[in-house]
């Protein structure tokens, strides 16, 4: 599961690189060097943020066993709203149609 959320944060840097790309070579500098760096510190706020929502949510269930990634991500997502006041969203409310156990 961390290997696909790796792989997907890579997909939408990627993504957002090839954006700022194509908009520089039609000559529209919609982001800055300063916005380009700022994306940087984010990122490492968000693991901060991930890393220590994950530590609480643990500390609820416990560890987690077979099954129980419905019972995290409800977790998870409660405390990040609350503490952090984040709308979070997990891999469940992502792709409805897939089968997460």
Known sequence: ???KQNREQEDIMK???NF???TEKE???IVSE???SRLAEFHAIEKDVDAEAKRLTLEVI?????GSCHTFWKHKKRILREKYHMRWRSPQDLNPETCFD
Do not use: L, N, S, W
Not at 62 to 66: A, D, E, S
């Open 1 to 3: 599961m961390k290997q």
């Open 15 to 17: 993504e957002f690189d």
């Open 27 to 29: 000559g529209i500098y």
């Open 20 to 22: 700022i790309k194509e």
């Open 62 to 66: 416990g560890t987690p066993g077979f």
């Open 34 to 36: 300063v916005a380009k």
